[in-house]
């Protein structure tokens, strides 16, 4: 014979009384106290599962959070080497207007330190020029040395450009980053150019150390 609707519904109410019979006679819990119990389990279930749900969009925003701060320091590199091909051109035009200056040689025009989102990490820029009218190109040596205190010493690091050689006919914008040890404070920049040719005179900038805001 097949059961009828009302028979499965007569078998739930059954095994609902046992099971809150059981709960009582177990635990000595009233029917009343069982479903409380019961609402409170279902309770914390669904605060558990929005706890899941809220953890699982903060990691979301921390992996955006960090590849929006990498594209930041993109942007930032991309802005400063905007800023210097702007730079190079208004020294080039300089250059055309102003031929008396010819005589001034090989100098440092522009010393610039952008800090990076990275710690100890620091953007560098140097503009070097050189005023001569005969429209050769120029080489040599760079050397670089930043002074500053190292947990409470005195401290001399030797920094880089890249190969350490410029080269350039009127102008060259030096571009890159530092990295400095922990706990380093840098306070001055001393910047040398030595020229490949014994014509052209070797020149030594100094520049206390500076950080500028973009």
């Known amino acids: 014979m ?58 979301h925003d921390r992996d955006v959070a960090q590849a929006v701060s990498v594209r930041l320091q993109e942007q930032n590199k991309e802005l400063l080497d905007s800023q ?15 031929p008396s200056q010819s005589a001034l040689g090989l100098s440092v025009d522009q010393f610039v330190v952008h800090a ?3 710690p100890s990490r620091y953007a560098y820029r140097i503009l070097l020029t050189w005023g001569q009218s005969a429209g050769r190109s120029l080489t040599g040596r760079v050397s670089i040395v930043v002074q500053g205190v190292l947990h409470g010493q ?21 571009v890159g980053e ?5 706990g ?11 020229p490949s040719s014994r014509a052209v005179a070797a020149i030594s900038r100094q520049f206390k150390w500076e950080v500028s805001q973009l």
């Open 184 to 194: 380093f404070q840098p306070q001055l920049v001393e910047l040398r150019f030595v």
């Open 154 to 174: 005195k401290a001399v690091l030797q920094m880089h450009t890249g190969n350490d050689v410029f080269r350039l006919q009127y102008f060259q914008s030096i």
């Open 84 to 98: 210097s091909s702007l730079e190079q051109q208004i020294a080039l035009y300089k250059r055309i207007l102003t």
């Open 2 to 59: 097949r059961f009828r609707a009302w028979h499965y519904l007569v078998l739930m109410m059954g095994a609902f009384y046992l099971g809150a019979r059981f709960a009582e006679v177990r635990y000595g819990l009233s029917p009343v106290e069982v479903r409380s119990l019961r609402q409170t389990v279902r309770l914390y279930e669904q605060r558990y599962t929005q706890l899941v749900h809220d953890f699982h969009i903060l990691q």
């Open 178 to 182: 530092w990295q400095f040890p922990d």
């Open 116 to 118: 990076s989102t990275q």
